[in-house]
């Protein structure tokens, strides 16, 4: 068995900026050599997120309008400041993991895999995407 990692650094525009990494995954990916086996992406830190989404314009910001609604920004958090960013990544999750098959990520036909910036600034981001398999 093989473990590839890699770190990936971007910048977002602050909060509730959605990212495609996809192709950055994919890269990793096609870096490892791994043909078959489980690919995880992570970021470390307890304000942003990582999920999948059809990376379409309306539904993104519907995804927005759905978190402003579930963990809203006008509510009084004890938590100052960002009491809502650590909310809304910990209901979102850290990371997924995928199938690798034939060296290719396997996803649905309209799925990205995307990072959410969900601190209430501008950030520079670092993500870890680990590779295993054969």
Known sequence: MVVFSKKIKFNTKGELDIVDITHMVEKVVDESKIKNGIVVVFVPGATGAITTIEYEPNLLQD?????????????????????????????IGPSVSFPISDGQVILGTWQQIVFLELDTRPRSRTIIVQVVGE
Do not use: M, Q
């Not at 978190?67 to 009084?76: D, G, M, N, Q, Y």
């Open 63 to 91: 995804f927005r309008d759905a978190l402003e609604e579930i963990v809203p920004s006008t509510k009084h958090y004890r938590h100052p400041i960002n009491g809502r960013s650590h909310i809304r990544a910990s209901l």
